[in-house]
């Protein structure tokens, strides 16, 4: 499989994965309001830094190896 | 004219992660547990010799051992401590209180139960029960203390599971939905390139009709079925007279494009349960099943007519005569290899009178 590392997300799916990643920031690594446990907030951390990188580039990288996108010609050349 | 295969099936691994999942998490939710609990209790040993050891101190365990008396009641909690002697031989209730743990102690070994250097705990009589042993310098025997463990109950578990355990089998869960749509993906990917690979072996690249393996197979099924059920179908060889001269003076794009065309023709034509297929160059065939003799000669006169029609192939329009030789089964042959000739046969004199499919009747009539 070759991957081809363009954008595969529209503005809607960024937002919500912005929202999504900083909450798991803020609600782990920074504050550990929902749970102290390292392995735990490890994940939230990781997670949170992945989503967040994934929304300001548009391109998720599970998508691509799964097929999927949100993404469409409008959005595309908007972008 | 299609097959139906088991690719058409949508590949889906969802539902098996999802319930492995499941599985797994309930099984490391009951090892959690368990170990919880464990822990609680061994935490329960622990604290019990402290507590002792501050309470009675060194002096007094040795009297105590040299005595072979309690001493007073310690009670912490709901449940009392309970003091016996152990000694090489028996154990001994220093209280009537513990007198049910002799019993109980008697009953199992005790060194097997240790879970550290101060003591461990056992389950007898549906509870769970923590001891610690201490010893004294000038003294064989042990004091031991045997406590009824009281769990901190489900509270203490879901406090775990809430800290050490939702945000792993959130994760897990999210990991598994993705690892299963990759499955799917790559499955799906993998059942199309099959699917297309087996189209490409069974079927003619040019014109997308059956290949010659594919017209062999279903002819010989064809035959098994129809001596089966006492049937007849009609076999024929179709060749395109005129088609090496398109090739050469229009080339062979031209000659490319009518026989995509040629084919295009013969399967609006057919029906769902006739094959059509390419021989090779500018031969064709087409089998038509269960079907009386009226109806076939009047499908072959439909497909001559269809094919002598002009052809417009991109800047030219160029007209072909169609030579049709026609064998039935079972009176032509009663194999493949006989039909095959005899279709052939009739082609060729199809072909020595210019073409058309009166020469198929002629045969017929002369027959």
Known sequence: MILEFRRNMNHWDRGLRAIAGSSLLILGPVTEYITSDSISVIIMGVLGSVALTSAIFSYCILYEVTGLNTINNSDESND | ?367
């Open chain 2, 1 to 367: 004219m299609v097959d139906a295969t088991i690719f058409d099936k949508r590949p889906n691994f969802m539902g098996i992660f999802l319930v492995t999942s499941l599985i797994g998490i309930m099984l490391i939710s009951l090892a959690v547990y368990n170990a919880s609990r464990e822990l609680e209790a061994i935490h329960e040993v622990d604290n019990m010799y402290r507590v002792i050891h501050s309470v009675l101190g060194e002096e007094k365990i040795e009297q105590i051992l040299r005595a072979n008396h309690a001493p007073l009641q310690i009670d912490v909690g709901l449940n009392p401590y309970r003091f016996l002697i152990l000694s090489d031989k028996h154990i001994e209730a220093l209280q009537t209180e513990a007198k049910e743990d002799v019993r109980r102690l008697e009953s199992i070994d005790l060194e097997d139960t240790r879970v550290n250097e101060r003591g461990g705990y056992f389950e007898a009589d549906n509870n769970t029960y923590t001891w610690a042993a201490f010893t004294a310098d000038n003294s064989t025997n042990q004091l031991l203390v045997v406590h009824t463990f009281s769990s901190e109950g489900v509270s203490a578990i879901a406090y775990v599971y809430k800290k050490r355990m939702i945000i792993p089998v959130l994760f897990y869960v999210w990991l598994m939905i993705w690892v299963s749509l990759i499955f799917n993906h790559l499955l799906k990917k993998l059942k199309t390139q099959q699917k297309l690979m087996k189209h490409l072996a069974l079927h003619d690249s040019l014109t997308s009709l059956a290949n010659r393996s594919l017209m062999e197979d279903r002819l010989l099924k064809l035959i098994q079925v129809s001596h089966r059920e006492n049937k007849k179908f009609a076999f024929s060889i179709i060749d395109i007279d005129g088609f090496k001269a398109i090739n050469d003076n229009h080339g062979h794009a031209y000659g490319d494009e009518l026989l995509r065309q040629v084919a295009k023709r013969l399967k609006s034509i057919m029906r769902e349960s006739d094959t059509a297929a390419r021989l090779g160059g500018d031969e064709f065939t087409i089998m038509l099943n269960n079907i009386d003799e009226k109806a076939w000669h009047a499908a072959f006169m439909r497909a001559h007519t269809v094919l002598i029609e002009p052809y417009k192939l991109f800047d030219t329009t160029v007209t072909v005569s169609v030579s049709i030789g026609v064998a039935i089964y079972s009176v032509h042959g009663d194999d493949a290899d006989t039909l095959f000739r005899h279709a052939d046969e009739a082609m060729y004199v199809a072909k020595a009178a210019s073409g058309g499919i009166h020469l198929f009747e002629e045969l017929e009539i002369e027959k």
